[in-house]
């Protein structure tokens, strides 16, 4: 194969050429990154053109093919320029075709490797890799256009020479690492999950409307990035405003409203379908394995996508169970990386492509939530721990003036002023607002059990984390003055991969919680990163 | 090497709280004044402007000295705070961790295990090198922003704070 030949020339300097196929990869990101955000704008150019007789059509549709050529060539141009080279310790990535870079990455600062192969590589056996590095500046570099084998091996190849590279550096992680050369290796992955076509619709219902939407689309385009450009451009496409306007003229207002509640009833029916769509789209066959050290999940119905994360690479593990969830007694897990490869660098949306990238396992009963979380992290057990709760006084306290103080106000004004029916608005709102607080107050809790910690925080469903206290890297503890007289203060726990804080817990609480994690954190000898 | 989890009596865990914290230095204290000094002197300045303007007539202008003298005080009322701020700063080391306490109305204690620092810097502002003070910013794995920042040290106590700390962390 093309991937496997090093570059024609006088000298084999190690740089290796990726298959042809690379070539669409490059056209895809780019249409990814640019294209689809012009998109609304061209569209709307178009428009203007057909209806126009100032600007011609034949002029724009130029412009467009004129694009699409340019396109192709700067694709062509990064396409010969892209390169890879596998040196004892680090990969060397070759790229761009005016700022040309080359990216060098140790074997040791690797988080992750994944191989992905895309809907348009797919029926070529092709993949593409993407490594994902640690620190601040992270980000995670594509090898496209590798074939479906020598990827795999790639990653392995990869993976264990970080494993390797990290044995010879350091002395802290040895020990486990060494525990774990000498656990049985090699052996067949053992599945600890497969989910059904069931368990991936329930997992699309009870994911976040919006998000899967927009993951929908994503999927198909290659990202989630254009999502929001490609709804404009829908918007546009069916010209809805011209459609509003003959449903006025042609039957009245009634006619314009009942059009309006019923594309809202279909909406709001459609979203679900869309979210399942996004769901068997992105996690059909899903697969969750383990081998080795390292949890391996594989899923997806056009485009395969292929994650692993290594065991003392997971600093948290979080349960999501969201209103929805809760009807269907379901909880979707995440696993919490400190992975720096978030969207930062293309400054684009990084929650959406965090929530693409992260390693999710949807859909669980709480069984398995609970026999995985044990797998996940060995020694967590979080069925007999017992929550406890934060300052009711202060947290309704804070929660509900700040929200109400303002808001009532206005509505005394306004009662005084202008009619007394306001008040009955402002008593409506105000005990809304305190049986919500009052809720979210009793989802509030921690606790610890063993060598674990668990926070929780929630409305109807909620949003447990639990994590190994020795993980902790930072402990902040922070008290106002009026919280030290009521012996109240916020513990705030920074993990490598996200910070947490509890409002409100009892002083001694707090100063004890963050004792025992420093006692845990300056006293094992696991690899915590 | 086993693992061993030897469970841990809470009441005999060392407690962060029961700890005597270093003040930072008098020079750093000097510094505040100056920063606030030149700070309250360029915004009254620049409050003054409209006073000089030749077209405002001069009974709107006596109303106009409302600017230059809130500035000034709101800038004595800030020096103020600052200097309080500066009295609770404090920080100390352990045997395996970094504890600063800082804060007026929300006071933080933060402790930072040596084991997590990915590496340090100190900094010396063009105010700071004149005072002899320096910057220490510590950051972990934990994101791109500094984890612990303890601001108007001195520069040898600085530097070898740094030092230390990253001798333990194992960066040598």
Not at chain 1, 113 to 140: L, N
Not at chain 1, 152 to 180: C, F, K, T, Y
Not at chain 1, 235 to 247: I, P, Q
Not at chain 2, 3 to 8: A, G
Request: hydrophobic share 50%; net charge positive; with cysteine.
């Amino acid at each position: 194969m093309a991937e496997t030949q090093p570059v024609e020339g006088p000298q084999d300097d190690g740089w290796r050429r990726v298959s042809p196929t690379a070539l669409m990869d490059f056209v895809v990101v780019m249409i990814r990154h640019g294209i689809l955000q012009a998109l609304p704008a061209f569209a709307v150019l178009a428009y203007s053109a057909a209806t126009s007789d100032k600007l011609e059509l034949r002029f724009v549709l130029g412009l467009a093919v004129l694009a699409v050529l340019l396109m192709l060539a700067w694709s062509l141009f990064s396409y010969l320029r892209f390169g890879y080279r596998l040196r004892s310790t680090r990969i060397e990535v070759r790229k761009g075709v005016l700022h040309r870079q080359v990216l060098d990455v140790d074997f040791d600062r690797i988080q992750n490797v994944s191989v992905h192969e895309p809907f348009y590589m797919r029926p070529f056996g092709m993949a593409v890799i993407g490594i994902d590095t640690a620190g601040s500046s992270g980000k995670e570099i594509r090898l496209p256009g590798i074939a479906l084998g020598p990827a795999r091996e790639m990653r392995e190849r990869l993976v264990s020479d970080a494993r390797s590279a990290r044995l010879e550096d350091s002395d802290a992680p040895e020990a486990i690492d060494g525990q774990e050369a000498a656990a049985p290796r090699g052996g067949a992955p053992e599945v600890l999950l497969q989910l059904s076509r069931k368990d991936v619709v329930i997992a699309g219902l009870t994911a976040n409307f919006m998000l899967w939407a927009a993951i929908a689309i994503g999927t198909v385009m290659g990202s989630g990035d254009s999502a929001e450009s490609m709804m404009a451009w829908v918007a546009e496409w069916l010209n809805l405003r011209g459609v509003a306007e003959d449903l006025e003229r042609e039957g009245g207002k009634l006619l314009l409203a009942a059009a309006v509640a019923g594309a809202t009833l279909l909406a709001l029916l459609l979203l679900p379908v869309i979210s399942v769509v996004g769901a068997l789209f992105r996690y059909d066959g899903y697969t969750l394995s383990i081998d080795g050290d390292r949890f391996r999940r594989a899923s997806g119905l056009l485009s395969r996508h292929d994650d692993s994360v290594r065991a003392h690479k997971i600093q948290a593990v979080t349960w999501k169970q969201n209103a929805i969830a809760l009807l269907f007694e379901r909880i979707n897990l995440q696993l919490r990386q400190a992975s720096a490869g978030s969207g930062l660098e293309s400054g684009q949306q990084p929650g959406l492509a965090d929530l693409q990238r992260s390693f999710q396992v949807p859909s669980l009963r709480p069984a398995e939530a609970e026999a995985l979380t044990g797998r996940f992290l060995p020694g967590c057990r979080s069925d007999g721990a017992r929550l406890t709760g934060v300052d009711r006084r202060a947290y309704m306290l804070v929660n509900t003036v700040f929200l109400l103080g303002p808001f009532s106000l206005g509505m005394i004004v306004a009662a005084i002023l202008v009619h007394a029916g306001f008040l009955i608005l402002w008593l409506v709102v105000f005990v809304t607002v305190v049986l919500i607080a009052h809720r979210c107050w009793r989802q509030t809790g921690w606790a610890v059990a063993g060598d674990h910690a668990m926070f929780r925080r929630g409305f109807i469903g909620s949003n447990t984390t639990l994590f190994p206290l020795f993980k902790v890297q930072r402990v902040d503890l922070v008290q106002t003055p009026l919280q030290a007289r009521r012996g109240l203060a916020h513990l705030t726990v920074h993990l490598a991969s996200h910070s947490m804080t509890i409002h409100w817990m009892r002083f001694e609480d707090a100063e004890r919680l963050r004792d025992l994690a420093l006692y845990q954190a300056e006293n094992s000898q696991e690899a915590w990163f | 090497m086993a693992f061993t989890n030897l469970p841990v009596d809470p009441g005999t865990l060392p407690r962060a709280a029961q700890l005597q914290l270093h003040p930072l230095p008098a020079e750093h204290r000097r510094e505040i004044l100056v920063q606030s000094l030149i700070t309250v002197v360029i915004v009254v300045l620049a409050c003054m402007i409209p006073l000089i303007i030749p077209a405002i007539p001069s009974e709107v202008r006596i109303f106009l000295w409302v600017f230059p003298i809130s500035a000034l005080v709101l800038g004595v009322v800030f020096t103020a705070l600052a200097l309080v701020r500066f009295r609770r700063k404090g920080y100390a080391l352990r045997e395996h961790d970094i504890v600063f306490r800082t804060g007026l109305f929300w006071r933080k204690v933060t402790v930072l295990p040596f084991d997590r620092v990915q590496h340090a810097e100190v900094t010396h502002g063009p105010l700071q090198r004149r005072f002899g003070v320096a910057t220490l910013k510590f950051f972990t794995a934990g994101g791109s922003s500094v984890d612990l920042k303890i601001e108007g040290l001195l520069a040898d106590d600085a530097e070898r704070l740094r030092e230390t700390v990253l001798e333990r962390a194992g960066h040598g």
